[in-house]
Each structure stands twice: as C-alpha cells, then as structure tokens.
C-alpha cells in the first residue's frame, strides 16, 4: 500500500496524487509540488490515504513543501503578471495575423515557464510568434492547444438548465458520452436539446444512466395493487464555502399510486376518445356536399340549322375571294428571262 494525497492546480480541474512523505496535509492546505512543467502551487482536495501500488501512475512525486506566506504572495504576483502577457499576446497574434482565438495564460510559481492556451480550427503555425514573445518575456513559452470541451471549461458560462457549466464548475474530467445515453433515458434526440455550449454531447447525460439502466424493467410494468419506484438523485453541495464539492446520493421518497384508480381513469379517456371519433365522424356525414357553379348554357341561334347554313355559305365566299386574290398575283408578276451564258474561250497564247 502506498499513501497519496489528491492535488488541484486549478478551479475544476484534474486531480493529480503525490507522496507526501513526512508531511502532515489536510484537505484545503496549499502546497508546493515539483511537476513535468516546473515548480507549482496546488491545494489539496483529497486527504492522504493508501492505495495500492497497482493503481499509482509511476513515478510518483513528492510534496516538496507546505505553501508559505511568500508562496501566498508570488502566487498572487504571478496572476497580474500572466494578466498583462496576456494582452500582449493579443497584440501579437493580431500582428502575426494567426487563426487561433487565445484563452488563457500563466506562470509556474519559479516563473521559469510562461503557458499560453488557444483554441483554432485546425493546426497553426506559430514560430514566429513563440520567438516575439521570448523575447519580450525572456522566458520559456509554451503555447498548447485545447479542444472545444477545454475551451468552454476555461472560458466558463451558462448552461440550457441556467445554471453554471458542470465542466467549470466541479467536473474534473471529460467522461465520454454517447448517444445511446440520451435514448435509454427516452430523452429528445433534438441536436439543440442535448448539445451544450461547447457543440458537444451535454455531460450530465452520463450522470442518472446507470439509475436508469437498473431499474429500466420495474419502469415498464406494475405490480401488484400499487406501483413504488425508488430513484437516485445526484447533485452536488458546497461544504463548508469551500472551492470543492463533493458527490451527494440522496434516495428520493417512495410514491404510492392506487392501482385501480390508474385503470379506472384510462377507461374513461379511452371511452372519450371513442365519443370524439364518433362525434366527428357523424359531423362529417352530415354536412350537405357543395353545389357546383352553373354552366353557360349556348344562345338559341348558335343551335339554329338555318343559321349554320348561312355561316357555311358565308366562309366559302370568304374562301373563293382569297383563291382568286392569289391568283392575280401570281400572273401581276412578270418572269425573268434566264441568263444567257456566253461559252468560255480558250486562253491566247503569247506567241500568236
């Protein structure tokens, strides 16, 4: 068995274990731990205890030290500091022109790295930018990009519930979750309803599936003459106006519900359903079937044999007048004598 503390280097994020040998570390103390990036302030959110070796990350760290006052007071410098990076950074990439939008920045406690997030689209080149801020800065940069989950984890903000983001606000890590979770629950598979601020998939689709999928068979029938279901309720409160929260199950009261007033209920909106089909269907027979428009009946002399005698005499009349127009024409033209075509004679020789 090995003994471990937790550690959080952020509001919200990843917890991390260390060895703290000797020391003597509570919940809430801060601390100062020697990490891949340098030398950082972290506070511990999970009191030591023992695990076993097969469950520790090698190698396993240590706490250097308690924090002190001096910690407390560099740490707080560190922040105006990476505040006014930031701007500059800004200033930079506008400079550089670069696709990339910057989210945060800030310094290692030793203030021997200088850490730059950014989120873009696809990958960025940023050579020329990571030496203009070397230079003014004098330290080492990093710049490392996020994804979109990351990204509304830093930045923070208002979930579709109205209550703050999850990932920013006890969430240490990104569980995966998927669209099956959404079905079982018999939730709405409208993309705008279960994606959050971040494009994704929310991630309290993950937190009652596990309730759902053990009691899916007593949802879908009753026993006996009353129906009692037991649900789990997960939420989260605020010990002691502390930055960490802790996980809370509470098992929500038993609901009784009379068997035979259930039945009795679903007869009568079946019976009035019935009464409505009825009701509509003899509403349709009884309407009277509309009239159609009147047709123009034909004038009396159009049907007349004496006067479709007398059309008749009338068009051939019409019709012997053009024959003989287009006759006249026809002879008003003279014709045109052809052409009389004088026969070629042979080319003289120079000689004759």
Do not use: W
């Amino acid at each position: 068995m090995v003994t471990v503390v937790g550690i959080r280097f952020k509001k919200a994020g990843k917890i991390y274990y260390f060895s703290p040998g000797e020391l003597q570390i509570a919940a809430g103390d801060g601390c100062v731990v020697e990490t891949a990036r340098g030398m950082e302030f972290g506070e511990v959110v999970v009191s030591s205890k023992e695990v076993p070796e097969s469950e520790v990350v090698q190698p396993l760290k240590q706490v250097l030290r308690s924090a002190t006052q001096d910690d407390y007071d560099k740490l707080e410098n560190n922040l105006i500091r990476a505040q006014e990076a930031f701007d500059i950074a800004l200033k930079k990439i506008k400079e550089h022109d670069l696709p990339m939008r910057l989210l945060d920045s800030e310094y290692t406690l030793d203030e021997s790295k200088l850490i730059f997030s950014f989120s873009a689209e696809g990958r960025v080149d940023f050579r020329e930018l990571v030496k203009d801020l070397a230079a003014i800065f004098k330290t080492r940069i990093e710049l490392r990009q996020v994804g979109v989950r990351d990204e509304a984890k830093m930045i923070g903000g208002l979930g579709s519930c109205g209550r703050a983001l999850c990932c920013a606000t006890f969430l240490g890590d990104f569980e995966p979750v998927s669209i099956k979770m959404a079905k079982d629950q018999n939730l709405s598979l409208n993309p705008t309803k279960i994606s959050g601020v971040c494009g994704r998939l929310m991630c309290c689709l993950k937190y009652e599936v596990e309730t759902y999928e053990a009691n899916k068979q007593s949802f879908g029938h009753a026993c006996g003459k009353c129906c009692a279901v037991t649900t789990d309720e997960f939420y989260h409160e605020l010990e002691d106006e502390e930055d960490y929260y802790s996980d809370l199950l509470i098992e929500d009261s038993i609901k009784e519900v009379d068997y035979q007033m259930m039945l009795e209920t679903a007869e009568i909106e079946k019976n009035t359903k019935v009464e409505e089909n009825k009701n509509n269907g003899s509403s349709k027979h009884s309407r009277k079937p509309k009239r159609r428009p009147p047709r123009k009946r034909k004038s009396a002399d159009g049907n007349d044999p004496k006067n479709q005698e007398q059309k008749k005499a009338q068009y051939a009349q019409e019709g012997k007048k053009s024959e003989e127009g287009t006759s006249s024409q026809n002879t008003s033209k003279k014709r045109r004598r052809p052409r009389s075509r004088k026969p070629k004679q042979a080319p003289k020789n120079k000689g004759e």
